[in-house]
T-cell receptor, first 118, second 111 residues
Framework: DTGVSQDPRHKITKRGQNVTFRCDPI?????LYWYRQTLGQGPEFLTY????????KSRLLSDRFSAERPKGSFSTLEIQRTEQGDSAMYLC????????????????FGPGTRLTVT | QKEVEQNSGPLSVPEGAIASLNCTYS??????FFWYRQYSGKSPELIMS????GDKEDGRFTAQLNKASQYVSLLIRDSQPSDSATYLC???????????FGSGTQLTVLP
């Protein structure tokens, strides 16, 4: 089990540029989540995929944000026309399928992508 | 009112003591509760999950859940300096798939 991976780990960009982040979940996990975390706060939910279907999006996810998971494996999060307020740690998490005798909602986080918009 | 509330701390305990971290939540239909540990500059790491009222122990960690009082806590026994981190409480509510996090409690274990 190699864990959740994210790329890049750090990104510095100028205001107005577009950025794209990649997340590779744990291989047998079919559920994938994106969160954003700013200093001193807990992670805030952005969006959720079950397999390739994007089932939930937060109101935080403005029109400048888009996420995909085209084959139900890795996911990408794109931010268009970045703003200084987009500076944050972007976290990806994955969780396994429902277990036969119960529900397992444990989410495992990747190392995150730290975005700095100058 | 925030959905998940934690004391921000900082909480300082001496090495070997019991650290007690508390969390309250507002949604009565919440059903799954998690504690994550986050070292500075790193991502959250899952340390405990609890789904039923009562205590759940895992090594030096004990999670306690009281759904009637909408309260969940984490006890760390024999605290070590390596336990110094921010501890995040997370709650899954109702039919939502995502977790709602508190702002975290910063714990410092003094050698």
């Amino acid at each position: 089990d190699t864990g959740v991976s994210q790329d890049p780990r750090h990104k510095i960009t100028k205001r107005g540029q577009n950025v794209t982040f990649r997340c590779d979940p744990i291989s047998e996990h079919n559920r994938l989540y994106w969160y954003r975390q700013t200093l001193g706060q807990g992670p805030e939910f952005l969006t959720y995929f079950q397999n390739e279907a994007q089932l939930e999006k937060s109101r935080l996810l403005s029109d400048r944000f888009s996420a995909e998971r085209p084959k139900g494996s890795f996911s990408t999060l794109e931010i268009q026309r970045t703003e200084q307020g987009d500076s944050a740690m972007y976290l990806c998490a994955s969780s396994p399928r429902w277990e036969a005798r119960g529900v397992n909602y444990e989410q495992y986080f990747g190392p995150g992508t730290r975005l700095t918009v100058t | 009112q925030k959905e998940v509330e934690q004391n921000s701390g900082p909480l300082s305990v001496p090495e070997g003591a019991i650290a007690s971290l508390n969390c309250t939540y507002s949604d009565r239909v919440s059903q799954s509760f998690f504690w994550y540990r986050q070292y500075s500059g790193k991502s959250p790491e899952l340390i405990m999950s609890i789904y039923s009222n009562g205590d759940k122990e895992d090594g030096r960690f004990t999670a306690q859940l009281n759904k009637a009082s909408q309260y969940v806590s984490l006890l760390i026994r024999d605290s070590q300096p390596s336990d110094s981190a921010t501890y995040l409480c997370a709650v899954k509510s109702g039919s939502a798939r995502q977790l709602t996090f508190g702002s975290g409690t910063q714990l410092t274990v003094l050698p």
